[in-house]
T-cell receptor, first 117, second 113 residues
Framework: AQSVTQPDIHITVSEGASLELRCNYSYGATPYLFWYVQSPGQGLQLLLKYFSGDTLVQGIKGFEAEFKRSQSSFNLRKPSVHWSDAAEYFCAVGDYHGSSNTGKLIFGQGTTLQVKP | GAGVSQTPSNKVTEKGKYVELRCDPISGHTALYWYRQSLGQGPEFLIYFQGTGAADDSGLPNDRFFAVRPEGSVSTLKIQRTERGDSAVYLC???????????FGPGTRLTVL
């Protein structure tokens, strides 16, 4: 079955430090992968996506993610975290294959990022 | 408007009541999705519309939940005989096509007392 696992429920980093949020997926075909960010009271905002091609993808707000097929991972990184990055981060896989081909998203449970001054 | 809008932003109801949640997608987007996000969880898929038809309703939890999109634009999620377990944030998303990336609305927070 398709699934997404975000092993870290809560992460705290100091402002200016580097960040890596982990994401592992289970999907029967080449996955379409996404990272979304959700600030309190806000809707989900797309940070970046991977469909094909270069396995290192750049997104908004200085984020990047690397697709590693051998590890079934799509980890999100940022070299220097800002206090405004504190939010909930969700990894998702899109269902674009098979008879349904609906594009529905299967989300992980999310990682809450806290940034210390 | 420029983005996906959802109304109301908050809805408090009593157990057993009927509620309707509305989603206005981005103009021209043919694909529309409903998700439900319980506290501390990621969003879970409910239903997908391509145009006016529900192409995939496999995520609806039971027959108390129903959604329509009669003119291929605005969609309404309807919940009958609400239960306390229905309390969650209901998110709507739209995309230009089923293969496009989804833009999410701010959600409707439903509380069933």
């Amino acid at each position: 079955a398709q699934s997404v696992t975000q092993p870290d429920i809560h992460i705290t980093v100091s402002e200016g430090a580097s960040l890596e949020l982990r994401c592992n997926y289970s999907y029967g075909a080449t996955p379409y992968l996404f990272w979304y960010v959700q600030s309190p009271g806000q809707g989900l905002q797309l940070l970046l996506k991977y469909f094909s091609g270069d396995t290192l993808v750049q997104g908004i707000k200085g984020f990047e993610a690397e697709f590693k097929r051998s590890q079934s991972s799509f980890n999100l990184r940022k070299p220097s975290v800002h206090w405004s990055d504190a939010a909930e981060y969700f990894c998702a896989v899109g269902d674009y294959h098979g008879s349904s081909n609906t594009g529905k998203l299967i989300f992980g449970q999310g990682t809450t990022l806290q940034v210390k001054p | 408007g420029a983005g996906v809008s959802q109304t109301p932003s908050n809805k408090v109801t009593e157990k057993g009541k009927y509620v309707e949640l509305r989603c206005d997608p981005i103009s021209g987007h043919t694909a529309l999705y409903w998700y439900r996000q319980s506290l501390g969880q990621g969003p879970e898929f409910l239903i997908y519309f391509q145009g006016t038809g529900a192409a995939d309703d496999s995520g609806l939890p039971n027959d108390r939940f129903f959604a329509v999109r009669p003119e291929g634009s605005v969609s309404t999620l309807k919940i009958q005989r609400t239960e306390r377990g229905d309390s969650a944030v209901y998110l709507c998303a739209s995309s230009l096509t089923a293969a496009g990336w989804q833009f999410f609305g701010p959600g409707t927070r439903l509380t069933v007392l």
